[in-house]
């Protein structure tokens, strides 16, 4: 069985400080077979995490990215390169050239034109621990209306958020998940985190700037 947390930031993301190191260290301590890195913009905690993992047994890395686009955040799984496309269109038309996994992130979040959206992605993310309970109820009635295959991740930027959320499937390979997810054969499993959580952030924020400031 796959325990799949599908949102994770590293510090490649401005607001985290996570190394996918421990990222994979505090998943596998709480059960969780399988992690997605899905940094801002970047693909290269990703790829940094796929390198950690390697020669594990028993544990799927998942290269992804969150990419902000012009109706909200979208995000890829399974990329192993930069994706520098800001409209939404033009980065599904690339995501399929490229198989990867479309997601679109916390629909209730900062989205425009969302049911639109929504129809074209591949799969919705009806949970996420960071967002309000009222908005991932709502990604989750607008999932099943509109019969689209859902996921839930922890978006976690902290420690302590990794696994909040988790998207549980049959099987134990990357194709597995791939393949599960596009289905809808999952279930999933979490609840939202504390809003003190977007706090650690602004704080994690500020110390990668100071960090590259020296
Ligand atoms: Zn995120």
Known sequence: MIIADLHVHSYNSKDSLLKPRDII??????????????????VKG?????????GLKDFIAIPGVEVKTD???VIL?????????????ELLDHAKSISAVTIL????RKHVM??????KVQVIEVLNSRSFKSANLKALSLASKLNKPIMAGSDAHTMFEIGKAVTIMEGSSEDDVRRRLLKGEVRIFGSESSPLVHL?????????EVARTF
């Open 114 to 119: 969302v049911e639109e959206s929504a129809r």
């Open 46 to 54: 990703g790829l940094e995490l796929v390198k950690e993992a390697r």
């Open 71 to 73: 109706v909200g955040d």
């Open 200 to 208: 650690f952030s602004f704080a994690s924020k500020i110390i990668n």
């Open 25 to 42: 260290t505090t998943a596998v301590k709480r059960g969780v077979n399988c992690v997605a890195v899905t940094d801002h913009n970047t």
């Open 77 to 89: 799984l399974f990329v192993d390169e930069e994706v520098r496309i800001e409209r939404f269109d």
């Open 105 to 108: 992130a916390h629909p209730y």
